[in-house]
């Protein structure tokens, strides 16, 4: 297995920090903002409210790989002077299988 590297994300946003938080923890607002394209099954992991937020990920249903842990999303959240918040999203994905036919290995011996 190939180790993934850490996907991430930041940007100022043009609202407060508990309305950002709102958006992250209401399940409604959460489905609306985020819009994932497959059905995900998604389970806190740690909360500090309007600080951070972990949440284990993992696509739901047929397209879900078994047996491979889940990704862990970590939304972090601070106010900006100008009454904003700065967004930090990381994405700790799984570890990728290296397919049967990968030479990686060989390039390294050579």
Known sequence: MTEPQDLVFECELDAPVEKV????????????????????????????EN??????????GQGAVVGLEDSVVTFELS?????????????APVAVPVAANNNEMMMLAA
């Open 21 to 48: 938080w709102r958006a992250l923890t209401v399940p409604e607002y959460l489905q609306r903002w985020l819009k994932p394209k497959a059905p995900v099954d998604l389970a806190v992991v740690s909360a500090e």
């Open 51 to 60: 600080v951070s937020l972990s949440y284990r990920w993992r696509e739901a």
């Open 79 to 91: 106010a900006t002077e100008t009454g904003g918040t700065w967004f930090r999203l990381t994405h």
